[in-house]
């Protein structure tokens, strides 16, 4: 093992501590997020739109990302995903 580790064991001999990337972000960023994403300015992003999304941020597999992300955030089943069911999947799967 490296000593230059970020194991549990070699915290406090000089290892950093591993960073926390999860910041949270605030309700203003999460509204710029959401419109540069929502391309066509309806409020709200179609399934076309979210699988861009991904694939912008180099995600793999942006076709079942773009699934679950309709599966769990659209509720209303309206089939879009709102600025206001965006910004509760995003707190609820990434910033908890």
């Known amino acids: 093992m490296s000593p230059w ?6 915290l406090g001999k000089g290892c950093a501590k591993p960073a ?4 949270p972000l605030s309700e203003e960023q999460l509204n710029k997020i959401f419109n540069r994403y ?3 300015g309806d409020g709200h992003l ?4 979210v699988k861009s999304a991904y ?4 995600k793999s597999f ?4 773009t699934w679950w992300t309709l599966l769990v955030g659209d509720e209303n089943g ?4 709102s600025q206001k069911e965006f910004i509760k999947l995003v707190k609820k799967n990434y910033l908890t």
């Open 78 to 81: 309206d089939g879009y995903i």
């Open 20 to 23: 926390n990337f999860a910041t």
């Open 55 to 58: 694939n912008h941020l180099g």
């Open 5 to 10: 580790t970020n194991h549990p064991k070699n």
């Open 62 to 65: 942006a076709g079942l990302r």
């Open 38 to 40: 929502d391309t066509n």
């Open 46 to 49: 179609s399934r076309e739109e």
